[in-house]
């Protein structure tokens, strides 16, 4: 293009296209057109960025613009390696854009722990994930989960989020598995929350008691639970009073409920709580129960929980691979971050940015690491961290670059099957000291304190569980201080938020460092450590480290030759069995009460040789054997108790030593269906303690019984019946626990014996006694006279006397019972229905608080219908029996959200929310399934429940027609809808219906009902 006597010539060239020149395939002038090419960028980059006095530029963009005007030997044969360093120095500025020294140079590769490595879009799609979830309004918490293989970077990323939750006021909690620790309960939760709290004491004091008070409301007087569990919130609420020990499935429940009441009280006080537990595939099964039941609290909006697993461990039915699927099946609010290997352009810039080199000059030696590292970070840092200790990286000061024989590397690292073997082979070249600090961290775990190292190396031998012909290691504080801290300068440990506490940079070198020990060294290593964490702790702090010093004992327990030590070790085990029942840690109380039985019967209980245990150690084997039996119970693993029991009444001395193995065999015959099975065992333990019962029930014994009763209870005022003594003789103790835990199976089985099961107990209280089930008794007798015999005023007395019986001995697990049956069983016949609402739902707080889930789904059930029935707004009514369903649901609890459910549905469709009026079939249920579902389930009540809805909106929608089939159902079943207020309702409106079939269509029939339930409502 011309313009008067000058020119502009304009050249277009397309870099797009530009490939790196292969001088044995260019064809002839295309190579030379194009280095005149990206020699002409640079010029032009040079008269835009260097040309004039005045301009200044780094060294790295000089370099760069010769590179590309051709005027070095190292010159750019392709415009993408001027952008990848280019990128480099925007990315990495201090290393690729400004100028360094040559001792900075040479300084080699400064992997720092925590260090993400190409990760920048998995690190992206966190944060933005965070973000999303901090600016959206939450219906329950969210769910990261992050899975990848050993060394992708899955903890690093995590870390990365840190600084973004704590800079928008929220709380990032963390803690890890541990594969040697496995039997040890709730380890990971225990430090993530503990670090919670540090991080509450760290506000200001105005705060830090706003915390507490919140706290303090959520947990009630039940704190001592979780302060149990977690120790440092001891620190956020004081010293907590002491609670009734809980039993089986009820101690879970109540943690359950108070560790989410304690959540959900920190998440009001904050804008987040960020959860992150790793290595979730070495998570104890207890654990996983406690964070399903967190992450599906839908009543928690400011939870994110974070979990990261290795995938490639986790098959379908591994316990983590099972607790995810539930996660996933009831909250939809969940993101997966896949760690996939690391691209090879990855891999090169690591090695790039830690040698200061551009990535297009690391291309040999990146390819012959990531031949053993296979796109893995940390097995990259680690060839690396190789390379530098064998002198196969070197500096070459003269020209300032590292260099490398690419064979040479190849031919020493192939020597190695794998990466593991290149961490020990580093840790190898270690000083002893250093090694023997290692092998004893990594001993104790993956996380670690020094003090703990410290007492496993003092120099003097144990005396709590003596060694034979082992060499003990003795170092001093100061020794242990300085060896660690070397650890951490080699990359090999890191140090931790908290002071004096350490924790292994990867599993990899805690792996490494632990397989350097023979099994022999390892299991004298670990009593070592066992012994001296048991003798050297104070009595203030050996409870709290009883797991951490058994796991230890146990773990070399083999090398112990004494039987007297096995019986200690064997008593040891027992105090951590009976500490992790404390907490509902039921399957790591299995391991400790197997290991203890496997000690004292020196190998398995059921070789009958080696049987002596209960000759000499009949107390501490009669507890073990008990305790087991307990705990499979608990656990749902049934079909192994029968056995154990056998063993127990085989050599126990005495009925009252078979108790609790009589009454958990009941358990498990009755969970195995055996019904009439498991109450003629409830009879025959009732017999062995002198209380024998008819084998038929007649109405002629029932009421002969009742005279006996009435006859013992004539002349006594309610005040001589609470002051009655308190039940001492052993005997009827159990007898009282007998008839209490077979009720329920009787009354759904032989329900012709529950009144003889309560006359008799009654009549045990009043001579020999108050006990714990007194209260239940005179509840039950209360019901017996009201419901059963029309005595709605001696109904009433004996309900009162039972509330204040109950409350008199502060059982609050007694109170909830005796609670449910009075309000919704006595009082409605005497009292406003309206006015047994709220005592109702302090019932079901009650039963929630401590753990009594079965009796709070009566309760809820109770609470909603009497709500109901009794007129409440509709909308108000349905919102609590929302909030009841999906608690049930949460708990498990089948046959109380089958009852709840037809009411539920029956408000719905008054409220307008379903197709039909008339069909209990919308949101909440499908009436035809349903009705299948329970008639199956044996759920009779339920059944009924359904028919008896089906007839109260079929009146009040006129179709009397479809009301008549299901009165016919409910008037063939009279017995099973029982004291409930919907026996008034259901009487009610059976006598309305039938009142207008009378009219509709003159069948004597309907009159003849309708005439019933009007004498019956005049009663």
Not at 90 to 99: G, N
Not at 506 to 531: K, N, P, T, V
Not at 689 to 697: A, D
Not at 969 to 978: D, F, M, Q, W, Y
Request: negative net charge.
């Amino acid at each position: 293009m011309e313009s008067g006597a000058e020119s502009c010539r304009v050249k277009i060239i397309d870099f797009a296209h530009a490939e790196k020149i292969d001088v044995g395939e260019m064809v002839d002038g295309v190579d030379e057109q194009f280095n005149v090419d990206i020699s002409g960028l640079g010029y032009i980059c040079n008269d835009l960025f260097l040309r004039g006095s005045d301009r200044h530029a780094p060294e790295a963009i000089v370099a760069l613009i010769a590179n590309l005007m051709q005027l070095t030997t190292i010159a750019y044969t392709c415009v993408k390696d001027a952008y990848l360093d280019l990128e480099q120095m925007v990315d990495l500025p201090d290393i690729f854009l400004f100028d360094r020294s040559e001792e900075e140079m040479s300084r080699g590769p400064q992997f720092l722990p925590g260090k993400l490595y190409g990760r920048n879009k998995e690190l992206a799609l966190l944060i933005d994930t965070y973000q999303r979830i901090t600016s959206k309004q939450r219906d329950s918490p969210e769910v990261i989960l992050i899975s990848g293989d050993s060394g992708t970077g899955k903890s690093s990323l995590v870390e990365g989020l840190r600084g973004e939750v704590k800079a928008n006021g929220g709380y990032f909690i963390s803690g890890k598995f541990d594969q040697l620790r496995g039997v040890q309960p709730y380890t990971a939760l225990i430090t993530a929350f503990g670090q919670l709290c540090d991080s509450i004491l760290e506000m200001d004091s105005g705060t830090v008691e706003q915390v507490s008070l919140t706290i303090k409301e959520a947990v009630g007087e039940q704190g001592r639970v979780l302060t149990d569990v977690i120790p440092n919130l001891v620190k956020v609420i004081g010293e907590q009073p002491e609670v009734t020990d809980a039993s089986g499935i009820d101690a879970h429940n109540r943690l359950v409920f108070l560790f989410r009441g304690f959540v959900r009280s920190i998440s009001k006080t904050s804008n987040l709580v960020i959860l992150s537990l790793l290595d979730l595939q070495w998570a104890d099964s207890s654990s996983l129960a406690l964070i399903k039941m967190l992450v599906t609290d839908s009543a928690n909006h400011s939870l994110v929980f974070i979990g990261v697993y290795l995938d490639n461990d986790l098959t379908d039915t591994h316990p983590a691979s099972l607790t995810l699927r539930e996660i996933r099946k009831r909250n939809d609010n969940i993101t997966n971050i896949k760690m996939k290997k690391l691209a090879r352009q990855d891999v090169d810039r690591i090695i790039s940015g830690e040698l200061g080199m551009q990535t297009r000059f690391v291309g040999s030696l990146g390819n012959v690491v990531n031949e053993k590292a296979n796109g893995n970070a940390f097995f990259v840092i680690q060839i690396l961290l190789y390379l530098l200790d064998e002198r196969l990286l070197v500096f070459d000061r003269d020209i300032c670059v590292w260099e490398w024989d690419e064979h040479h590397i190849r031919s020493k690292i192939n020597r190695f099957d794998n990466v593991q073997d290149v961490v020990a082979s580093r840790i190898l070249k270690c000083s002893t000291d250093m090694k023997n600090i290692l092998s004893v961290a990594a001993a104790i775990g993956s996380d670690f304190d020094e003090v703990t190292v410290v007492v496993a190396t003092k120099d003097r031998e144990s005396v709590w569980f003596p060694i034979e012909n082992q060499q003990m290691l003795a170092y001093s504080e100061k020794e242990v201080h300085s060896l660690i801290h070397a650890t951490v300068r080699e990359g090999l440990v890191k140090t931790t938020e908290t002071e004096h506490k350490f924790r292994f940079v990867h599993d990899s070198i805690q792996e490494a460092a632990y397989s350097l020990l023979s099994l022999e060294q390892s299991r004298r290593l670990h009593l070592q450590i066992g012994s001296l964490a048991c003798e050297k702790t104070s009595e203030d702090t050996a409870e709290k480290s009883l797991f951490f010093a058994v796991d230890q004992l146990n773990k070399g327990s083999i090398l112990i030759e004494c039987q007297q030590t096995k019986i200690k070790l064997a008593n040891l085990n027992l105090r951590a069995a009976q500490k992790a029942i404390k907490s509902s840690a039921f399957g790591s109380a299995l391991e400790y009460l197997r290991t203890g039985i496997e000690l004292l019967c020196d190998g398995h209980w059921q070789d009958n040789s080696r049987d002596q245990h209960w000759e000499n150690e009949y107390t501490l084997s009669l507890e073990l054997f008990t305790s087991l039996a307990e705990c499979l119970c608990c656990t749902g693993q049934i079909d192994q108790i029968e056995n154990l029991v056998n063993e127990i009444f085989r050599y126990a001395r005495c009925f009252a030593d078979k108790q609790r193995a009589h009454l958990c065999l009941i358990k498990c015959i009755t969970g195995m269906g055996r019904l009439d099975e498991a109450i003629d065992l409830g009879f025959e333990g009732l017999a062995q303690v002198g209380e024998k019962f008819p084998s038929s029930v007649s109405t002629r014994v029932v009421l002969f019984d009742l005279l006996k009763t009435k006859f013992m209870l004539a002349g006594k005022s309610d005040e001589d019946v609470c002051s009655l003594p308190i039940m001492k003789n052993e005997d009827k103790l159990v007898a009282m626990k007998i008839m209490s835990d077979i009720g329920p199976t009787v009354f759904f089985s032989r329900p012709k014996y529950i009144p003889l099961l309560i006359f008799r107990a009654l009549r045990l209280s009043l001579k020999f006694g108050l006990c714990n089930e007194t209260a239940n008794s005179f509840a039950a007798y209360g019901l017996i006279l009201g419901t059963g015999l029309g005595q709605y005023r001696s109904g009433y007395r004996f309900g009162q006397l039972a509330l204040t019986l109950a409350a008199k001995h502060k059982t609050r697990e007694r109170l909830s019972y005796v609670y449910m049956l009075v309000y919704s069983s006595i009082n409605h016949w005497v009292m406003p229905l309206e006015k047994t609402i709220d005592p109702l739902k302090y019932s079901h707080s009650l039963c929630m608080e401590t753990g009594a889930v079965d009796i709070a789904g009566y309760s809820a059930c109770a609470t909603s219908i009497h709500s109901f029935v009794s007129g409440e707004v509709l909308s108000t009514v349905e919102h609590d029996m929302q909030l009841f369903s999906q608690q049930m649901t949460e708990y498990s609890d089948e046959d109380m959200h089958g009852m709840l459910a037809p009411f539920h549905q029956c408000v719905l469709n008054l409220m307008g929310r379903s197709e039909n009026p008339v069909k209990l079939t919308g949101e909440v249920m499908n009436e035809d399934m349903h009705i299948s579902r329970m008639t199956k389930q044996s759920n009779k009540h339920a059944e009924l429940g359904v028919y008896m809805n089906i007839v109260w909106l079929s009146y009040l929608f006129s179709d009397y027609s479809r009301a008549g089939k299901f009165v016919d159902k409910l008037v063939r079943e009279t017995e099973a809808i029982g004291s409930q207020a919907e026996e008034m309702m259901k009487t009610f409106y059976c006598g309305l219906t039938c009142f207008a079939l009378a009219k509709d269509t003159n069948d004597r029939k309907w009159k003849k009902i309708a005439m019933k339930s009007l004498k019956m409502i005049k009663k």
